[in-house]
């Protein structure tokens, strides 16, 4: 690997300008070494090159896009500086690829000095850098345990990254034998199926095979490969990517964990996609995982990591639909597919008994309602949608109270008042409750009260355009000062009598009574309902 131009030196070194028909020493090391220990890959491995001043003025965007995800560029051979190397390692990163340095030891050079020339070359490494390698070959001199040392401790705490080591069975085992095994190895060895192995090793990271041809780069550049998958190498260089599960995906909601062991105590993004994978068109959603759940304190060593999302009630409609979970890197790299994703979602409970539909009655009121397509509007069959009762329409705009000195938040629908029993019931519902209405007390203690908010909207769509909430029916209306009651606001010709109404609350009448005034709004309101009603029938028969 030393990369120099003198063609005479081509038989004293791997290099890649002399092409993997120049391999003598290599060749003749190994050969030295017949029982050495071969190493096959452990699966998939990552491919990658290193290169020097040999190659030119390279393209790195071509090389990126030949699908090489790593490269390791030369910093120095003794007093010679690579004049390309810093081209190199800026247009390395700039093309998105896992970068990586190396130097040349030579022997006869000051160790401390060559240290010091590699740390001022790259400085401290951050993520997506390699280690620095130092490459160990053939030279001049007889190197030493004593100065390998030194310069290892010296770029180790000057970069921040534990260096590796370039070598080949022949030379390593006369010089360095069973020395050094704790460092990350890059083995040299051409023309096999598995590397053989130095003997401080019994397994290496990277393997150096060979020379080949790349996109972006004149003549033959050595060829290396890790021995792993893109997700290990990327670990190996503090660019490990979120993990987590997909845990649930069925009528009770969607679950699961994510974290980024860039950030582990951080809360991520995960993005949810309904009906299929990211860039399939399917929908996405996305959502932070930072619910506390006690099962992740041990097992990541971090609680604040779970998600949960309610049900789309648009894909109950008793199919197959795939939902997909991907943690969303924190530094912006590869956003994975979160294990257990996908899972299939086939969901058709039967619809709630005893509920009215309440029409929506435009684009504009259902935006203005905050209605989500994917989670609040269920497909029902047309024979099921007639048959459920219609309601007076919904309001154009949800109207949010609370009164002062009260933590009661009602929804005003009607005439009646509706309790938002929790935030939660808030969220679900879009209600924005840093735009509540100020009311009076008495004003709102004198209104009657419906049926509280439910839980979430649900919304039914059959054939047709029309959208319908589903709705709890509203009790009579008492009439102030008599003993009979108004009619609720409901069509009830058009269906049977609603079953499963809540029971008023008596929360305003408990602390505020009713006053004079409220009991004329409550006449009033009454009237109006009334003659809206009776409208609207004198006009249905002309």
Not at 1 to 25: K, Y
Not at 198 to 224: E, L
């Amino acid at each position: 690997m030393r990369h120099l131009a003198l063609v005479s030196l081509c038989t004293l070194a791997f290099s890649s300008g002399c092409g993997p028909q120049d391999n003598t020493e290599l060749k003749t090391g190994v050969a030295k070494s017949e029982q050495a220990l071969r190493v096959c890959a452990a699966g998939t491995t990552v491919d990658g090159i290193d290169v020097s001043y040999y190659q030119g003025t390279i393209d790195w965007a071509a090389v990126a896009g030949s699908g090489l995800q790593f490269a390791i560029t030369r910093i120095n051979d003794g007093s010679y500086n690579d004049p390309q190397f810093g081209r190199n390692w800026s247009g390395i990163k700039a093309n998105g690829m896992i970068r990586g340095a190396y130097q040349f030891f030579e022997p006869t050079d000051d160790p401390t000095w060559q240290a010091n020339v590699a740390v001022n070359a790259v400085g401290m490494l951050g993520p997506g850098d390699l280690p620095v390698m130092l490459d160990v070959e053939w030279t001049t001199g007889s190197p030493t345990v004593s100065q390998l040392s030194t310069w290892l401790s010296i770029v180790e705490a000057g970069t921040g990254k534990r260096p590796m080591i370039y070598t080949a069975v022949g030379y390593w085992n006369q010089y360095f034998s069973g020395q050094f095994g704790d460092y990350p190895v890059v083995v040299a060895n051409y023309g096999v199926s598995c590397p053989a192995m130095p003997n401080s090793w019994s397994n290496w990271q990277f393997w150096q095979w060979g020379g080949t041809t790349v996109p972006g780069i004149s003549g033959n550049v050595d060829h290396d490969v890790w021995n792993g998958d893109l997700t290990s190498l990327k670990s190996f260089v503090g660019l490990a990517m979120p993990k987590g599960w997909l845990d649930a995906a069925n009528c009770d909601g969607i679950a699961g964990w994510a974290q980024d062991p860039k950030a582990p105590n951080d809360a991520i993004a995960v993005h949810v996609y309904m009906g299929g994978p990211a860039g399939s068109g399917a929908p996405g959603v996305p959502t932070v995982a930072g619910d506390d759940r006690s099962d992740l304190c041990t097992a990541i060593g971090s609680c604040n990591h779970g998600f949960a999302l309610a049900a789309p009630y648009s894909l109950m409609d008793g199919q197959p639909h795939e939902i997909h979970a991907y943690g969303i890197d924190t530094q912006g790299g590869t956003n994975p597919e979160l294990s257990g994703s996908p899972q299939t979602f086939t969901c058709a409970p039967a619809l709630p008994e005893g509920m009215v539909r309440r029409h929506v009655q435009s684009e504009a009121d259902f935006a203005a309602w905050g209605f989500s397509s994917l989670f609040d509007v269920r497909p029902v069959s047309d024979d099921d949608f007639a048959a459920i009762s219609v309601n007076v329409p919904l309001p154009a705009a949800p109207r949010l109270v609370q009164a002062a000195g009260h933590g009661e938040v009602y929804l005003i629908d009607n005439g009646y008042r509706r309790w938002v029993t929790d935030p939660d019931s808030a969220s679900a519902w879009h209600f924005d409750l840093g735009q509540l209405e100020a009311i009076d007390f008495d004003t709102l203690s004198a209104m009657p009260e419906g049926p509280h908010i439910s839980g979430r909207p649900l919304l039914v769509k059959a054939s047709g355009p029309e959208i319908d909430l589903l709705d709890t029916p509203f009790p009579p209306m008492q009439v102030a000062g008599s003993s009979s009651v108004a009619p609720p606001p409901q069509l009830a010709t058009l269906g049977p009598t609603a079953k499963g109404m809540l029971p008023g609350s008596t929360k305003f009448k408990a602390t505020g009574g009713c006053s004079p005034a409220g009991e004329s709004t409550v006449i009033i309101g009454a009237i109006l309902t009334l003659l809206m009603l009776s409208r609207r029938a004198r006009r249905s028969e002309a």
